[in-house]
């Protein structure tokens, strides 16, 4: 019998936590009257924080770990994982991924672009085919008519 191969992995829940945190922080400020400060991700892996350090903002988002634990848990037929290992290494490469994308779009673009950007997805995201409704709610409708066949 296979045994899951897949557990969470230390960097996605530090990044998790460390995000938690911030929007906390940020709600408690907002909230207080004083002004957020910027978002960073939690200092891992020895990044010292540095911005223009381009190849070095990757650093904190590592999904090495978790790469080669999805690999290990389908690499071997007679040592595999279980199904949950495919869902739970690439649903958490794939925050670590996002992360680190928003966070270079945060600290690399300069105004005009990143304005440019944003209203790119506004403008995706209010449509009616847009990913809110499409991934977001018909995604439910389809498990809930799923679940009463």
Do not use: C
């Not at 906390?24 to 924080?49: E, F, I």
């Not at 911005?51 to 690499?75: K, V, Y």
């Not at 270079?104 to 950007?117: E, L």
Request: without cysteine.
């Amino acid at each position: 019998m296979a045994t899951a191969k897949v557990e969470v992995d230390d960097t996605f829940e530090k990044q998790i936590r460390a995000l938690q945190q911030a929007n906390m922080d940020q709600a408690d400020a907002v909230l207080g009257g004083t002004s957020p400060s910027n978002t960073t991700p939690a200092l891992l892996h020895d990044w010292d924080g540095n911005l223009f350090d381009l190849e070095g903002l990757s650093t904190p988002f590592n999904r090495d770990t978790l790469n080669q634990a999805f690999i290990s848990s389908i690499s071997n037929v007679e040592d595999s994982g279980v199904s949950g290992d495919m869902v739970s290494a690439t649903t958490q490469i794939d925050y670590l991924g996002t992360m680190e994308r928003a966070f270079r779009a945060r600290h690399t673009m300069r105004r005009p672009r990143a304005t440019a950007h944003a209203a790119g997805r506004m403008r995706a995201h209010g449509d009616a085919q847009g990913t809110l409704v499409q991934n977001g709610l018909e995604y439910i409708r389809a498990r809930v008519r799923q679940a009463n066949a």
